[in-house]
Each structure stands twice: as structure tokens, then as C-alpha cells.
């Protein structure tokens, strides 16, 4: 299994382009969220998903969008890229809905926006 | 939604022991509680998980006394290779895991 992938690893966009940071995963998993994480910080929740077409926001979502149309994939789209949102975009997937399920994550993404 | 409160950072020496405590006073009765590490530039992993008395596995122990209001993450032995953000997280069942700033471990030889 190749457990969860995220493309692209590195991205630069300027201010107000619009791009899709992808996440697929292969463990058959029905929960999958998407994390911010800047300088310093620790992971900030944007988007997460219980199951194929349910989806619903998390502590950051403003400037984000998902969609869930399938259980492997779960990307995550910029409309229009900010500075503010420069950061590593980490996706993670688990079996369940609940702190007892092992969360998987990425590698991750590292956006820059200028 | 049970918050946590952890120490920002921690030093140790190699060969040491670490135990970072985490608290949790709010946590409800169905919480678990679970522990990740973060090495830079990659994605936290899972560590251990417990729901009470002491759970341990081949890297680390969890203790978590009767009150379930703290837990304490014991790391025997500590490498440079242990350096990492350690994370408290307590679930509650059908929402959203939460991470918050974690613990960063800095090990030195």
C-alpha cells in the first residue's frame, strides 16, 4: 500500500492564482482531513470528510474548498491564493470518525504564495 | 471538545527517560487518548493510545491516573533520533481531531 499521497511536494503560486493540492489514499479509508501547519504552530484543522459527498469545515476553511466525490480522493482547492495562506498542507486518513482511529498522514505539500 | 494543555518544550540528554505530561481536564467518558510525533518536514505518525491505567508498546508508555484528567507520554532512553513535536490529543467520538502546538523535544548527545 502506498498509504496516503499528496501532490504536488513543493508549489509557488502569486497572490490570487488558484491551484489543487491533491490527496489520494489506498487504505479504503472513509475519513480523511486536510491540516494547515505554519511556523511554530502546530496542525490547524481546514476540511474534513466522514465518507464520499459528506464533507464539513474544520477551524480554518475560510479560502478553502473540497469535495469528496470518491473514498480515495480528497483534494483541497485554493480559489484564490493569499500570502496568509503560505504554509505545509498535510492530508491524513483513518478508518474512523473518532479519537480512537490511528490517523495516517502525508508527506505534505510546501506552498508558497508571493 | 476536551482541550489539552502540554509544555511548549522540553530538554533531555540521550540515554535519559522524557515523560511529557499532557492535561485534560474536560475529557468525556468515551475520550481516548493519543499521542503522535512529528519529525521535520514530515507528517505526525502515531505513537500510543490509551483510555486508562498504563498502555505500552515497543517506543513509548502511557500512563493515565483514575481521574483521566491528565495523561503522561514516557519515552525510556531517549536519542538525538527522538528530537521531535509530540502531540496530546483527546477525541471525542464524531468529531474532529484537534492538534494543538504539541511538545517540541529537543535530545542532545
Known amino acids: 500500500n502506498a498509504g496516503v499521497t499528496q501532490t504536488p511536494k513543493f508549489q509557488v503560486l502569486k497572490t490570487g492564482q488558484s491551484m489543487t493540492l491533491q490527496c489520494a489514499q489506498d487504505m479504503n479509508h472513509e475519513y480523511m482531513s486536510w491540516y494547515r501547519q505554519d511556523p511554530g504552530m502546530g496542525l490547524r484543522l481546514i476540511h474534513y470528510?466522514?465518507?464520499?459527498?459528506?464533507?464539513d469545515q474544520g477551524e480554518v476553511p475560510n479560502g478553502y474548498n473540497v469535495s469528496r466525490s470518491t473514498t480515495e480522493d480528497f483534494p483541497l482547492r485554493l480559489l484564490s491564493a493569499a500570502p496568509s495562506q503560505t504554509s505545509v498542507y498535510f492530508c491524513a486518513s483513518s478508518s474512523g470518525f473518532s479519537g480512537y482511529y490511528e490517523q495516517y498522514f502525508g508527506p505534505g505539500t510546501r506552498l508558497t504564495v508571493t | 471538545l476536551a482541550k489539552t494543555t502540554q509544555p511548549i518544550s522540553m530538554d533531555s540528554y540521550e540515554g535519559q527517560e522524557v515523560n511529557i505530561t499532557c492535561s485534560h481536564n474536560?475529557?468525556?467518558?468515551?475520550?481516548?487518548i493519543t499521542w503522535y510525533q512529528q519529525f521535520p518536514s514530515q507528517g505526525p505518525r502515531f505513537i500510543i493510545q490509551?483510555?486508562?491505567t498504563k498502555v505500552t508498546n515497543e517506543v513509548a508508555s502511557l500512563f493515565i491516573p483514575a481521574d483521566r484528567k491528565s495523561s503522561t507520554l514516557s519515552l525510556p532512553r531517549v536519542s538525538l533520533s527522538d528530537t521531535a513535536v509530540y502531540y496530546c490529543l483527546v477525541g471525542d467520538k464524531g468529531t474532529a481531531l484537534i492538534f494543538g502546538k504539541g511538545t517540541t523535544l529537543s535530545v542532545s548527545s
Open positions: 470528510s466522514v465518507g464520499a459527498g459528506i464533507t
Open positions: 474536560n475529557i468525556a467518558t468515551n475520550d481516548y
Open positions: 490509551g483510555y486508562k
